[in-house]
């Protein structure tokens, strides 16, 4: 079967740094995605990782590691804006976004 | 305002009736999904279109039909509402080549008495 793994919850003060992992067991794979999802709102696209490495947004950083069926999520100078849900997301050969468990990361003061 | 849209926001109804979600989206892309979100936060697909042509099928319940008029508008009805088809609902679009890369709607919280 298809799978993501994330863990379900984490939580960090303001201004630290959180990682999110995901660990993936798919039926083909073309790429790593993140989304993050606050509560009562849509999910919202927030990296893509196609090849090995690091990829760098703003205070977001997402890693990608294909040989290990394994990525991250790496949030940087936390807010309390990023409490939210993160999901990873692989695209399978069918073309479907396969979900994530999901993880619920708070953030506090 | 350039984005995904979904009516009605919330949808409270009882059992074995029949309701429909439309959805529109302006951002020109070619591919519109479905996606069902329980109460766990799982979040699966459900249906996608490709320019009107339906290319994912998931095993949902035969009750669940969507529409694409045209490919900025995909809209689901499901007949002969259950119980747990309490969920929220959510339309996104994308373009086909980047599926990894998909824009959600605001979503659609179905309560089934």
């Known amino acids: 079967g298809q799978s993501l793994e994330q863990p379900s919850e984490v939580t960090a003060v303001e201004g630290a740094i959180v990682q999110i992992n995901c660990t993936y067991q798919t039926s083909g794979f073309y790429g790593l995605s993140w989304y993050q999802q606050h509560d009562g709102g849509a999910p919202t696209f927030l990296s893509y990782n196609a090849l090995d490495g690091l990829e760098e947004t703003g205070r977001f950083s997402s890693f990608l590691s294909r040989s290990d069926s394994y990525g991250y999520l790496l949030l940087q100078e936390l807010q309390m804006k990023d409490s939210a849900s993160y999901f990873c997301?692989?695209?399978?050969?069918?073309?479907?976004?396969?979900f994530g468990t999901g993880t619920r990361l708070q953030v506090f003061p | 305002d350039t984005a995904v849209s979904q009516t009605p926001k919330y949808l409270v109804t009882q059992m074995g009736n029949d309701k429909s979600i439309k959805c529109e989206q302006n951002?020109?892309?070619?591919?519109m999904y479905w996606y069902k979100q329980d109460s766990k936060k799982f979040l699966k697909i459900m249906f996608s279109y490709n320019n009107k042509e339906l290319i994912i099928n998931e095993t949902v319940p035969n009750r669940f039909s969507p529409k694409s008029p045209d490919k900025a508008h995909l809209n689901l009805h499901i007949n002969s509402l259950e119980l747990g088809d309490s969920a929220v609902y959510f339309c996104?679009?994308?373009?086909?080549?980047?599926?990894?890369?998909?824009?959600f709607g605001p979503g659609t919280r179905l309560t089934v008495l």
């Open positions: 951002l020109g892309h070619d591919t």
């Open positions: 996104a679009s994308g373009d086909r080549e980047r599926a990894d890369t998909q824009y």
């Open positions: 997301a692989v695209r399978d050969n069918t073309d479907k976004l396969i």
